[in-house]
């Protein structure tokens, strides 16, 4: 093991890429609550403002992924619809089966130029994560209790209000509804059967009506669906913890795009159009796991500068203000002000920490098992 990577596997990095992380996200956060006058004012500046603010807090983990663990995303897609990429308002289905999904899928919102406005329609829960959830709350993401009846006013206003979004803007939907374990996949294909469906082995049983929902409140606005498929070479299991830790990942992800005027109005027949894309999309996967790859061209979408100079100037400007306090405190051999400073930083750490933990899948919800548990 290379000096560089040793390092990157040192607590004191993380300490520091942690501190920079989490004290610029409260400064975002804080600004963003600067705009809230603004909105009733000029809602499509606040917007544009809000757009700008979360690029520059959520382009920091994509700079993590590229720049701290060299990861490589490989894009397989028809080389026509390429050059709409990042140009057209889209609603994206990705499978559900990654601890760094996510991140991947910022990395391409990041190289299309649509990560500061990139939406997801998200559980509840994940409203309340210190800094990432409170910046979703001024981007417009769409939460909701996985509870059809309580959901579907809040679930169509929000995707009515995205109808004059002045950026262009991915809304992601993952239909499972939550990540793939033996169990959920066990239990959904329980349900498969019971619907005369086919079975799928590699996705769980997709929800529709979510689905539905979107594309019908989206018409219009969303100028297609992008199916994608996202998976690992050679059996990759990615962490976050291992992007943390300089760890490099070989994620493919193959992207179909589907205009939205071919996607069924009636409720019925939609669902049954998603439940034939999941088994599209499996067919993907198994193709996957025995060529090692995706159909249609490669393509490696250039990767820009910004989410690295964005993280590079956080980083000294927090730095800075950081070391100064540390000499100071060493200089002033007061203990309880080392104690206090060492305490603010094991916070810090440890907050981060648990925010990494809500990517494991080890601690996904029991959303999905038994059946129809909430
Ligand atoms: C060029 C590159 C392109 C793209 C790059 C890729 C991506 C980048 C894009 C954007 C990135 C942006 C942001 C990402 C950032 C971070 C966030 C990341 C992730 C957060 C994701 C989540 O939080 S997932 C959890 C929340 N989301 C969902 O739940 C969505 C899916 N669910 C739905 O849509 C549901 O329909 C619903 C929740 C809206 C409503 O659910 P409900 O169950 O009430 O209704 P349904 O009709 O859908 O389902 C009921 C029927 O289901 C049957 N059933 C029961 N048990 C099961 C089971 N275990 N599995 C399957 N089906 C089951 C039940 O029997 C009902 O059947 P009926 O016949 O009776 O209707
Ligand atoms: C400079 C970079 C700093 C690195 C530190 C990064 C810290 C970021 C920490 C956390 C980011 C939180 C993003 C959370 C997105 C998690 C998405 C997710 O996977 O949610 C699960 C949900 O779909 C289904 O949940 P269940 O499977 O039902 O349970």
């Known amino acids: 093991m290379g000096l560089v990577q040793w390092l990157k596997g040192q607590l ?13 996200g409260l400064l975002i956060n804080l600004l963003q609550i600067c705009t809230l006058p603004l909105w009733p004012i000029n809602k499509q ?12 807090l959520t382009s920091q983990s994509v700079a993590l992924l590229e720049w701290w663990s060299g990861t490589e995303v490989t894009l397989y897609t028809d080389p026509e619809n390429y050059r709409l990429y990042g140009k057209e308002n889209a609603i994206v289905v990705l499978n559900h089966n ?11 919102c990041d190289r299309f130029g649509v990560l500061g406005a990139s939406k997801c329609l998200a559980k509840k829960e994940l409203s309340y994560l210190p800094v990432i959830g409170w910046m979703w709350y001024f981007l417009e993401m769409v939460f909701i209790k996985r509870k059809w009846e309580e959901d579907k006013r809040n679930f169509v206003q929000s995707l009515q209000n995205l109808r004059d979004y002045p950026e262009n803007f991915w809304f992601l939907l993952h239909c499972e ?6 169990e959920k996949h066990r239990v959904s294909m329980e349900v498969a059967e019971k619907k005369s469906l086919p079975k799928l082995k590699h996705h769980l049983l997709p929800r529709t009506k979510g689905f539905w929902v979107a594309v019908q409140n989206l018409r219009g606005t969303v100028a297609a669906v992008y199916c994608c498929t996202l998976n690992f070479r050679n059996n990759e299991t990615p962490t976050l913890l291992g992007v943390l830790n300089g760890e490099k990942y070989h ?21 049954a159009w998603l439940h034939k894309l999941y088994q ?13 790859c995706f159909p249609g061209p490669k393509v490696t979408p250039p990767c820009r500068p910004w989410a690295l100079i964005n993280w590079l ?41 648990w925010m990494i933990g809500q990517t494991e899948i080890k601690r996904s919800s029991s959303y999905g098992v038994p059946l129809n548990n909430k």
């Open 12 to 24: 004191l990095c993380h300490l520091v890429i942690c501190y920079g992380f989490f004290v610029s």
């Open 45 to 56: 500046l606040a917007r544009r403002i809000n757009c700008k603010l979360g690029y520059s």
């Open 98 to 108: 990654f601890e760094i999904d996510f991140l991947c899928g910022w990395t391409f």
């Open 177 to 182: 509804g939550t990540r793939f374990t033996e």
């Open 251 to 271: 994620p493919d992800l193959y992207v179909r795009r589907i205009p939205l005027e071919s996607i069924p109005e009636d409720e019925a027949e939609c669902s």
């Open 280 to 292: 599209e999309k499996d067919k993907f996967q198994e193709d996957y796991s025995q060529t090692g």
């Open 313 to 353: 100037g956080w980083t000294c400007l927090l730095l800075y203000p950081l070391c100064l306090l540390l000499v100071q405190l060493v200089n002033s051999g007061s203990i309880l002000s080392i104690l206090a400073t060492v305490a603010f930083c094991s916070a810090v750490s440890v907050g981060v920490r």
